[in-house]
């Protein structure tokens, strides 16, 4: 949606831009998910899109299997419902929404996510496969993995060692 490739970007961040990074499809994700969000005029609606805009979008979406349209209810009107691709995009939208809350919301959180069967509060968290939740983000780094093509990887690695050794 970016308009640009990145190409000399290799990086998740920069890919996952390409399919979610402009704020419409952002929030159109966001009312799919936590909204109830199906049709179309009910994302018109409660988003107050232009219509050519939003039929962009969830062309988009629905392009990138981050939505599927489907048959409505009513056998007529086509419904937008998110896909496992979708879905896996809550964690992401959740952990945007617990930054505005601290940094961009002074009156404190205008939505509260909860856990349905027992209404706990949910958040993300952070979480090393042996050590546990983590919550000094400076003791995250940055390696290559395996997409990584190894000129890139090779500068990488070498940054890494110096900063080890500093």
């Known amino acids: 949606m970016l308009g640009n490739r990145y190409d000399s970007q290799v ?5 996952t831009l390409e399919v979610f990074g402009e704020r419409w499809t952002l ?16 994302f018109q609606r409660s988003l ?4 050519n805009v939003l039929t962009a979008r969830l062309a988009h979406l629905v392009e990138e299997g981050a939505l599927e349209r489907v048959v409505g209810d009513d056998g007529e009107q086509a ?13 992401a939208l959740i952990a945007l929404t617990e930054w505005g809350d601290r940094w961009a919301s002074p009156s404190g ?11 706990h509060p949910v958040r993300t968290a952070l979480v090393c496969d042996e050590c ?8 995250i780094e940055a390696l290559p993995g395996p997409g990584m093509p190894e000129p890139q990887a090779a500068r990488l690695r070498d940054r890494h060692r110096a900063r080890r050794a500093a």
């Open 109 to 119: 959180a205008p939505v509260l996510y909860r856990h349905g069967p027992d209404d």
């Open 132 to 139: 546990g939740p983590l919550t000094d983000t400076t003791e």
């Open 27 to 42: 929030l159109i994700m966001r009312n799919a998910a936590f909204a109830g969000s199906t049709r179309f005029v009910e």
């Open 48 to 51: 107050g899109i232009a219509t």
């Open 11 to 15: 990086c998740s961040i920069s890919r």
């Open 79 to 91: 419904a937008y419902r998110l896909t496992e691709k979708g879905h896996d995009l809550v964690p």
